[in-house]
């Protein structure tokens, strides 16, 4: 069974830094990872799809790497801003169900 | 604008009762989706649609029921049987591709609370 960890669960950065998500999965066989964004309240935004062919995405400030092999992800946000403050999760497609595994999300507040 | 639209926002309902929650998306996607979200869990898959007429059970689909009637329709019913109804709900869709390139696009989520 897939299962799908990020680490940290809480992060809090002053404006201006560079900061690293992680994301870690069980089952490698996946087909897709994606990272989304969620608003307290709101329901989910995509920020990045990277399909298991490739090794990185980059939208913006925001980009996504992934390690199949490992059973890796990471979300690189430049620069960050007080408007990035939200959950992050990350969720991997896999097999014949055609249905995602999410991780519980780090929850980032960017301050002043 | 295309999207998908969840309704209502917040339902309150008594213990007992079934309850049914809208899902519209026109998008035209071909799959659809209902995920159930507690507080420090990740997100739990309910029920699942690709095509019309046809859905499958998620992970936790006892107590619940779908219908896919409509390409743009996947109404939830959560009903008397479901043990702990009070969560937030999300639905999805996604356009099928072949090189699973298409990212799952969700709506705003339903607030249910069973008291």
């Known amino acids: 069974k897939q299962e799908v960890t990020q680490i940290p669960a809480a992060l809090s950065v002053p404006e201006g830094e560079n900061l690293v998500l992680n994301c870690s999965f069980t089952?490698?066989?996946?087909?897709?990872l994606q990272w989304f964004r969620q608003d307290p309240g709101k329901g989910l935004t995509s920020l990045l799809l990277?399909?298991?062919?490739?090794r990185e995405q980059t939208s913006g400030r925001l980009n996504a790497s992934l390690d199949k092999s490992s059973g890796r992800s990471t979300l690189y946000i430049a620069a960050s801003q007080p408007g990035d403050s939200a959950t992050y999760l990350c969720?991997?497609?896999?097999?014949?169900?055609?249905?995602?595994?999410f991780g519980t999300g780090t929850r980032l507040q960017v301050t002043l | 604008d295309g999207g998908i639209t969840q309704s209502p926002k917040y339902l309150f309902r008594k213990e007992g009762q079934n309850v049914t929650l809208s899902c519209e998306q026109n998008?035209?996607?071909?799959?659809m989706y209902w995920y159930r979200q507690d507080p420090g869990q990740g997100l739990r898959l309910i029920y699942y649609?690709?095509?019309?007429?046809?859905?499958q059970k998620g992970d936790i689909a006892e107590g619940y029921s779908v219908s896919r009637e409509k390409k743009e329709s996947f109404p939830l019913t959560v009903t008397s049987a479901q043990k702990n109804p009070t969560a937030f709900y999300l639905c999805?869709?996604?356009?099928?591709?072949?090189?699973?390139?298409?990212?799952?696009?969700f709506g705003n989520g339903t607030r249910l609370t069973v008291t």
């Open positions: 999805a869709s996604r356009l099928m591709t072949s090189s699973y390139n298409s990212p799952l696009h």
């Open positions: 089952d490698s066989a996946i087909y897709n």
């Open positions: 990277i399909q298991s062919s490739q």
């Open positions: 969720a991997v497609f896999t097999g014949t169900a055609s249905k995602l595994t």
């Open positions: 998008l035209n996607h071909d799959a």
């Open positions: 649609s690709q095509i019309v007429n046809d859905f």
